[in-house]
């Protein structure tokens, strides 16, 4: 039966245990996720998050310890249900005695892509990511930013209908990341899944249309980007506030955060960064700034984590 | 099947990126070469006179054809140890490289199961051993036959007992790189079995000096469960040479044991996570 989420997890877990100790370390914990067919969607966290592990799981690299993951309704441990996915690793490392057309047709073949369509597709792909005059090269001589755009060619040779990428634009330079971005658009439009595990927040932001934050192997919060950055508010930036109202007014904010011994706290409203100021001028609180500001992934990235 | 041939097809790639297959193939046509310029033989009116090998020098047919038979033994024995050696160190390093973190996740996203990607990698590299052995066999085979036109086929079967036995020994390759990631581990193990298994094929002589019926069970135990590496070395020479013929329990208990060590392979790489 086909079903309407290109990836769809339930209670997703993966328990590690340490070598000696075998302390439980659980990477994921109880991930839920549904991604429909044809979205762009943004997978955030910070470092150790989970994000990798996730994908490992979903691309059977790592076995959970509970819970299922389904790709287009296929359990993810078959074969089968990663024929329709293209996917590029982060720290990749491409074996450096394929040519970066070898390479292509190398992993174009474990995809199943007939050896007629590899011969075709692999000049498309190439002139595709700007490498045209490259197939002949040894990968060894690539650039990172080279073997990155290879690297995405390699997940696009057998056209699939859900692309993983593990940080894309890693090592690429501004008009690479361009370059990927238009690419991404393109195949946005044709009704690919795009999934993106990424540090960065403004691309995730100007790409996916939903997004998932992830915080010490949970989604932390999830939704729409539009919806999630939706809201204006002001930033307030105060000196030498007193660590119980530093405590209050974060209750009130909706971010707070103490940087370079400024404290800095984000409001929804008008009414509630003027009653801060009230608040912080009454303990004589050096006031920095306010600016008003709409709503960042950034911002909600950092609340998120931060809570 | 487009898959198998790929991942074969990338072993091969891999053998000559790191010279592997070029290195034996080089050391095969050097011994093929030697045997070529070594080999001397005075025809005088369409009949061989004089052969003359390693500095020995026969003129009689009987002689001629114990000699060759000696020079093929010769050479099984030579391929047997050091051939063995340098086959499994230099195949040791093909299943860890494919176990590299940024390499292993990329193969593992194909529609290709775990089985799959470790045989065809298995399968790789005992062609390209494969190809090296039936190389250097073939060559010396037809010098000798075309120089002495004495063709004697049971020299071939040398080719049958070498790859099987490195088929066999390279099971113990891919369990201990799947488990360990580590060619040298991998090496070290598979010499040290073929050194074992010289020691464990003086059965006959150890089961009388052994005091204990306990200890002579454990020796038979050991014997019975470890490659028979040099008890197919001596099958070889056998009929080569055309002696009597020690049965077929070394072939089937070598067998076995590659079966549970790649069944064992096998299983541990499906489990594991990367």
Known sequence: MESDYAIDTTGLTKVFHTRWTRQEVRAVDGISLGVRRGTTYGFLGPNGAGKTTFVKMLLSAVHPTAGSAHIFGKPAGLPEARRPIGYLPENHRFPTYFTGAGMLDFYAALSGLAAADRKRRIPELLDRVGLDRWGGVRVGKYSKGMLQRLGLAQALMHSPTLLILDEPSDGVDPVGRRHIREILGALEEQGVTIFINSHLLVEVEMFCKEVAILDRGKVALSGRVRELTAGKGYRLSAAQVPERLYDELKQRAAAAAVQDGLSDFHFATREQVNEAVDLLRAEKCEIESVIPTTSTLEELFVKTVQK | ?274
Request: with cysteine.
């Open chain 2, 1 to 274: 099947m487009t898959a198998t041939v790929a991942l074969i097809r990338d072993t091969f790639r891999e053998a000559f990126a790191r010279k592997i297959f070029w290195g034996l193939f080089g050391l095969s046509t050097v011994m093929i070469l030697f045997f070529l310029f070594l080999l001397k033989i005075d025809i005088v009116e369409g009949a061989m006179a004089t052969v003359s090998l390693f500095g020995r020098t026969s003129n009689r047919a009987n002689d001629l054809e114990k000699l060759v038979r000696g020079v093929y033994g010769g050479i099984a024995a030579y391929l047997y140890v050091w051939g063995m050696v340098i086959a499994v160190f230099a195949s040791s390093g093909l299943i860890p490289s494919v176990l590299e973190p940024g390499r292993i996740e990329l193969l593992l996203s194909k529609p290709v199961s775990r089985m799959h990607i470790l045989l065809g990698r298995y399968v790789g590299n005992v062609l390209v051993i494969s190809c090296n052995v039936i190389y250097l066999v073939l060559g010396v085979w037809l010098i000798f036959g075309f120089k002495t036109g004495i063709w004697e086929a049971r020299f071939l079967i040398s080719i049958a007992t070498t790859i099987f036995i490195f088929a066999v020994l390279l099971t113990v390759v891919v369990l201990v790189g799947v488990v360990f990631e580590s060619a040298a581990l991998a090496t070290m193990i598979a010499v040290a079995l073929m050194i074992m298994s010289a020691i464990l094929a003086q059965t006959s002589t150890m089961l009388k000096l052994l005091s204990s019926e306990w200890s002579r069970n454990i020796w038979r135990t050991l014997y019975y469960t470890f490659p028979k590496i040099y008890d197919m070395g001596r099958m070889t020479l056998d009929a080569i040479s055309d002696r009597a013929f020690i049965g077929y329990m070394p072939i089937w208990s070598s067998a076995i044991f590659g079966a549970v060590m790649l069944g064992a392979a096998l299983i541990i790489f499906a489990r594991r996570d990367f």
